[in-house]
């Protein structure tokens, strides 16, 4: 293992990844929530080795919890890179969400909580739910959509939303949700990459305030998309968006038309559920392609286990549905396990960045699941804001999108969950449909910054670049050495994509990106991005400990780091920072804390001070860009998932110290 100082890399043009921070801080569960949890250690351990040794039967148990049409005749049918899960039985995710749930007894319990940003609250049952989403299977019927047409959702995030997706999927039809704060192009790209005849939008979302005006991008985007034949229009704001004759229809007045009585239809585990583009950090966004048994099963499990999910919890993921984790976590997982859900439709700054904190006082949330960039931009605005709120109904966080930077996590757990809530750091992708990686909360102690173990079925490796496995301590590849019922199925209309993004790099194994190191205790600690590792004299720096050091001092907020190359070096370390309030940044000093950290190699050649960093609309940096401006070039590349195209421009004309 490599520790500061850092010794002279052996092989320079290994994999390994040298940059170590010494973090060294394990929280443990509190005696109280260990004794209430669905599982301990021992659990873990004993179904962990299970779902290795014997998955068919681990997997027949998880599956055999949810309703089938028609059994499978066998669990997994595996031609690399191509799984079929489940196979022969039949299903339906949205019956298993809403019907079934009724059937067990649910039907009075609240599904559904909706805020909107003005503060409306609106409230759906079980069988509520159920019956809007069997009228909009029904509506969706009457437009013609057929068992995989793919129907593209373009919404903010209101329970209509929820509802369509669970329509698409109750009759078959895939949906592909694209974020309501997507550009025209971005928009008309994905309308015309899954062929989608039917386009459910709305006539406005809110956001901070203001209306923001959605059907007008959906109209400019359909004059871009020639395949597109039907809208629906759901009414956020006054109804009275401009509508196409022919084309366009409200869809109360589609809902109301409809009958509210539908047998959800029995389909294939492997027929399509879903497509969604990746959120762009690294490269153009890629259609990936999830189906409904394998997807269903591990959405559900994961999300009873990895939330320790009780009867009378109050579950909140701030993600918007058009992420995966608005798909899986927000909509799929906690409605397939009969939870209550919280939904908000806003900005987590409006009217004040207290906003998350009145959402948790107000509905009493238990469980609260969100993303380091908004834990880093709340906590920048200090700790009066939370301080002012009753947060003691909390008793688990959650986080999910990126590394948490060991002193995010610490002002989570401490101010947020006031030292008693256990924080799960979940580490998965789009591609993956579930968590992989993360602690169980009331069998693992965290380790902040790191992720932790796999999840139940889910054997991660860290290899370098031709498939030899590490050991303890060395960075490498994060890879998965066998198939896992919610994976990826194909790239939707590029399955060669698929076949060389994921499974050629590394013969027979599942890479999609990221560096990692695995400790002696079995912890994975994800480092970053493969493509963003810098090379400094023959080191491999990962960027997640860099910036977390950069973040641990206290005049920083944020922090990106990239290489440049360097005549001498290689490639040298360009840090971007944010400022922590008004506090100055100090170079000098700052050079010196990331060598006290983490070794003299990964100190910051330059330093550019900022006000904002490049990040996709799901709050992601996006580090390519940066690495372009380091090295004083052009901006080149799709920049249609920059939340804020001007911040280029901007760090671009700044001198770095
Ligand atoms: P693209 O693939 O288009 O570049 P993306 O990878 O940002 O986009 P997602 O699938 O939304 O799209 O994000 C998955 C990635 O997010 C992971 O590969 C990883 O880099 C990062 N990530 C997610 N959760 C964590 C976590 N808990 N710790 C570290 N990294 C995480
Ligand atoms: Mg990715």
Redesign the pocket.
């Known amino acids: 293992m490599t520790q500061s100082p850092m010794p002279a890399s052996d092989h320079p043009a290994s994999d390994h990844i040298d940059a170590v921070l010494h973090e060294t801080r394990v929280i443990a569960p509190s005696d109280a929530f260990r004794e209430r949890a669905r599982y301990s250690a021992e659990d873990y351990e004993r179904l962990y080795r299970q779902s290795l040794d014997d998955p068919d039967t681990f997997w027949s148990g998880v599956a055999g919890e949810l309703h089938w049409f028609k059994p499978w005749t066998q669990v997994l049918d595996w031609h690399p890179p191509h799984a079929q899960w489940f196979v022969g039985g039949q299903t339906n995710i949205a019956f298993n969400a809403l019907d079934r749930n009724v059937a067990r007894g649910l039907g009075d319990k609240r599904a559904i909580v909706w805020e909107g940003e003005d503060g409306e609250v609106r409230t759906y049952t079980y069988a509520e739910l159920l019956r809007e989403v069997r009228r909009a299977a029904n509506a969706l019927l009457d437009l013609g959509v057929q068992p995989g047409d793919r129907v593209t959702l373009y919404l903010p995030l209101v329970p209509e939303a929820a509802i369509a997706m669970l329509a698409c999927a109750r009759i078959g039809a895939v949906h592909s949700v694209v974020f309501g704060g997507f550009s025209v192009s971005a928009l008309a790209d994905r309308l015309n990459d899954a062929q989608s005849r039917v386009l459910i939008t709305a006539d406005a979302g809110q956001r901070r305030g203001a209306l923001v005006n959605l059907k007008a991008n959906a109209d400019a985007a359909a004059a871009l998309a020639p395949g597109l034949e039907k809208m629906l229009v759901v009414c956020r704001a006054d109804c009275d968006a401009p509508m196409q004759e022919g084309r366009d229809v409200f869809w109360h007045d589609a809902l109301n038309a409809a009958s509210d009585d539908h047998e959800a239809a029995p389909l294939d585990s492997e027929h399509p559920l879903f497509i969604l ?10 259609g ?1 392609q999830h189906t409904t048994g394998g997807y269903m099963v591990g959405t559900y499990l994961t999300t009873q286990a990895v939330f320790d999910l009780r009867d009378d919890d109050v579950y909140w993921c701030t993600a918007d549905v058009g ?3 608005g798909h899986s976590y927000s909509v799929y997982g906690p409605l397939l396990n009969g939870a209550t859900v919280v939904m908000y439709e806003g900005a987590p700054n409006h009217p004040d960045w207290g906003r998350f904190w009145d959402i948790v006082q107000k509905h009493r949330v238990t469980i609260l699941y969100t993303a380091p960039t908004a834990i880093r931009a709340i906590m920048r605005q200090g700790d009066e804001l939370p301080a002012a709120r009753d947060l003691s109904s909390l008793r688990l966080l959650g ?6 930077n060991p002193e995010a996590w610490m002002w989570y757990w401490r101010t947020i969950g006031g030292g008693r809530c256990p924080v799960v ?7 993956t449909g579930s968590i992989m ?1 993360t602690t169980l909360p009331g069998a693992h102690p965290s380790k902040p910054g790191s ?1 932790g173990l796999p999840m139940f079925g889910i054997e991660p490796a860290i290899m370098t670049h031709t498939g030899e496995e590490l050991g303890p301590d060395d960075g490498g590849l994060l890879v998965i050495k066998r198939p896992w019922p919610s994976m990826l199925r194909t790239v939707y209309g590029d399955d060669d994509r698929y076949r060389k993004s994921y499974w050629g790099e590394i013969e027979g194994v599942y890479f ?3 560096g990692a190191r695995r400790d002696a205790d079995g912890y994975i600690t ?1 480092t ?2 493969v493509d963003d590792v810098l090379n400094v004299s023959g080191h491999r720096l990962g960027t ?1 400990e860099i910036e977390s050091a950069l973040v641990a001092h206290p005049s920083v907020s944020e922090a990106a780091v990239v290489g440049r190359p360097d005549d001498v070096k290689g490639e040298c370390v360009v840090a971007f920072v944010l400022p922590q309030g008004d506090r100055t940044i100090d170079p000098a000093e700052l050079r010196a804390h990331v060598s006290r950290e983490i070794g003299a190699l990964a100190r910051p050649d330059a330093i550019y001070v900022a006000d904002a960093l490049p990040k ?1 609309r ?1 709050g ?1 940096i996006m580090r390519r860009f940066l690495r372009q401006i380091a090295a004083g070039k052009e901006i080149q590349g799709d920049t249609s ?1 920059l939340e804020d195209p001007g911040v280029l421009d901007r760090i671009a004309a700044t001198q770095p110290v």
């Open positions: 583009y990746t959120s762009g950090s690294t490269g153009k966004p890629k990936v992420w995966i984790t986080s999910v999108g990126e590394p948490i750091d979940t580490w998965w992708q789009t591609e990686l992720a999609a990106g990221d994800v970053g991005r997640m996709t799901s992601k998932t």
